[in-house]
Antibody, heavy 122, light 109 residues
């Protein structure tokens, strides 16, 4: 059973950089046909996809966040990470990591982490 | 900025049927957008229900079904159970980008 677990700072000051890591267990992050995404949800609001990375290192970001987002992968540790720079209160949210299935004919997010709340406040 | 719109809220009686829809600001939703549906209960991570329009995950109850309806993606809940009360989100794929819908709160009353 694949499991994903987010970790990182729960409190970030405005203008600083948010950093989170998603540890993957029960499967290899290097397996083909999968992407690894970050998704967030501000309190009481809907879901917003942030971006994804493939095990090869290629990335795709939400255009609205692209200038501030970096997603990277560490295959040796079977984990991937998110950095979001110049944060403001609007970046306060529960951040989820998820596995994306990107095979011919079907696409989905099948496994999700439990989520971690990040609050931006001085 | 692409917007994916869902009904804000729907109410259904136990044992009844309800259909949620998912519309794209770019035009008609087709299978090429690989419509997905997720269920989220308070304090929990979203759970995948339907992928690529109408396919069910191994854990998806039989009462959930997906389709295309009048240029939109649709999720139908038949024989609704009290535990189906939740927020439901659709997801559409626009090439490399993924865009979630605005969400529908389903109340079972």
């Amino acid at each position: 059973q694949l499991q994903l677990q987010e970790s990182g700072s729960g409190l970030v000051k405005p203008s600083q950089t948010l950093s989170l890591t998603c540890a993957v267990s029960g499967g290899s992050i290097s397996s083909g046909g999968y992407s690894w995404s970050w998704i967030r949800q501000p309190p009481g609001k809907g879901l917003e996809w942030i971006g994804y990375i493939y095990h090869s290192g290629s990335t795709y970001y939400n255009p609205s966040l692209k200038s501030r987002v970096t997603i990277s992968v560490d295959r040796s540790k079977n984990q991937f990470s998110l950095k979001l720079s110049s944060v403001t209160a609007a970046d306060t949210a529960v951040y989820y990591c998820a596995r994306g299935v990107d095979s011919s004919g079907y696409r989905t997010f099948d496994y999700w982490g439990q989520g971690t709340l990040v609050t931006v406040s001085s | 900025q692409t917007v994916v719109t869902q009904e804000p809220s729907l109410t259904v009686s136990p044992g009844g049927t309800v259909t949620l829809t998912c519309a794209s600001s770019t035009g008609a939703v087709t299978s090429g957008y690989y419509p997905n549906w997720f269920q989220q209960k308070p304090g929990q991570a979203p759970r995948a229900l339907i992928y690529s329009t109408s396919n069910k995950h191994s854990w998806t109850p039989a009462r959930f079904s997906g389709s295309l309806l009048g240029g939109k993606a649709a999720l139908t809940l038949s024989g609704v159970q009290p535990e189906d009360e939740a927020e439901y989100y659709c997801l559409l794929y626009y090439g490399g980008a993924r865009v979630f819908g605005t969400g529908t709160k389903v109340t079972v009353l």
